[in-house]
């Protein structure tokens, strides 16, 4: 299994800035995902970050309020900006191969508080 | 498209007892189905996963899960809670061709002395 690590585990940010989420993988992997997990629910997935190219968004999710880069097979980043409290959530990358038969493995999150 | 329910949004069980966490599935295609555990302040572990092959998942932490397509559900069983299991569980399926999870709800399950 995939040994996966975020920048920063927690953090406490004010109104209006952004911030940026890293997520680092032990070994080349072939899908990334990022996901939200708002507080007291479920995770919904934001966008699969795709090497080389744009990120795929879901429904509900921009490019401008969520840019994302994956500049490699091991590595990516998602930002969020201009935040508001709305945006207070567990942030969570995770990995796979490219089939469904993959297992996809998360990182431990981002516990992101906006004042 | 597909969606999946968790019936019960928390559930407690005596230590010892018999846990029982439900989930049901809308699929247009053979689904796959995963189910997560995730303990306080942790990410999201596999517990176990259905691919088509045996309807009986057996998974970590004495878990299991038995896919019925008749009923469209993935159930996860233990037969003897242990403190260590209280944590929030999350049924997921894949969606279409990809391996994009939709997860459920999620179940907070609670074990007491």
């Known amino acids: 299994s995939a040994v996966i690590s975020q920048k920063p585990s927690r953090d406490i940010c004010q109104r209006g800035t952004s911030l940026t989420i890293q997520c680092q993988v032990d070994s080349q992997v072939t899908m990334m995902f990022w996901y939200r997990q708002q507080p007291g629910q479920s995770l919904t997935l934001i966008a699969t970050?795709?090497?080389?190219?744009?990120?795929?968004?879901e429904s509900g999710f921009v490019i401008d309020k969520f840019p994302i880069s994956r500049p490699n097979l091991t590595f990516s980043t998602l930002t969020v900006s201009n935040m508001s409290p709305e945006d207070s959530s567990i942030y969570l990358c995770?990995?796979?191969?490219?089939?469904?038969?993959?297992?996809?493995?998360f990182g431990p999150g981002t516990r992101l508080t906006v004042l | 498209a597909q969606s999946v329910t968790q019936l019960g949004s928390h559930v407690s069980v005596s230590e010892g007892a018999l846990v029982l966490l439900r989930c049901n599935y809308s699929?247009?295609?053979?689904?796959?189905l995963f189910w997560y555990v995730q303990y306080p302040n942790q990410g999201l572990q596999l517990l176990l996963k259905y691919t088509s092959a045996a309807t009986l998942v057996k998974g970590i932490n004495g878990f299991e899960a038995e896919f019925k397509k008749s009923e469209t559900s993935f159930h996860l069983t233990k037969p003897s809670a242990h403190m260590s299991d209280a944590a929030e569980y999350f049924c997921a399926v894949t969606e279409g061709g990809y391996n994009k999870l939709i997860f459920g709800a999620g179940t907070r399950l609670a074990v007491h002395p």
């Open positions: 995770s990995v796979s191969g490219e089939t469904r038969l993959d297992t996809q493995y």
């Open positions: 699929s247009s295609v053979p689904p796959y």
């Open positions: 970050a795709n090497q080389g190219s744009e990120a795929t968004y």
